[in-house]
Nanobody
């Protein structure tokens, strides 16, 4: 069993930065593929960024060059550094852990980009 707790969300002006964190409990964190999703009001949840157990990364086109996903296996934490934020990045951001048939979600953290 893995529990995920996100933090770091908040209100930021356009062009600003935030760093989200997702702290995991449980064992074998290093074996899990990790991801960040987001869901804006009235929209479906979308995949933002992924990082494999081997630390390979991938991003949805709209955040490439602005967001960076990383992980610290000793701290059992995955991060999402978000720069040059835009109003369209406003959403609830969710952390996800995946290992075969096992997958877990965090409770989400709100990110609001507004002047």
């Amino acid at each position: 069993q893995v529990q995920l707790v996100e933090s770091g969300g908040g209100l930021v002006q356009p062009g600003g930065s935030l760093r989200l964190s997702c702290a995991a409990s449980g064992s074998s964190f290093f074996l899990y593929g990790m991801a960040w999703y987001r869901q804006a009001p009235g929209k479906q949840r979308e995949l933002v960024a992924t990082i494999t157990s081997g630390s390979s990364t991938n991003y949805t086109d709209s955040v490439k060059g602005r967001f960076t996903i990383s992980r610290d296996n000793l701290k059992k934490t995955v991060y999402l550094q978000m720069n040059s934020l835009k109003p369209e990045d406003t959403a609830v951001y969710y952390c996800h852990a995946d290992r075969g048939r096992l997958n877990y979600w965090g409770q989400g953290t709100q990110v609001t980009v507004s002047s």
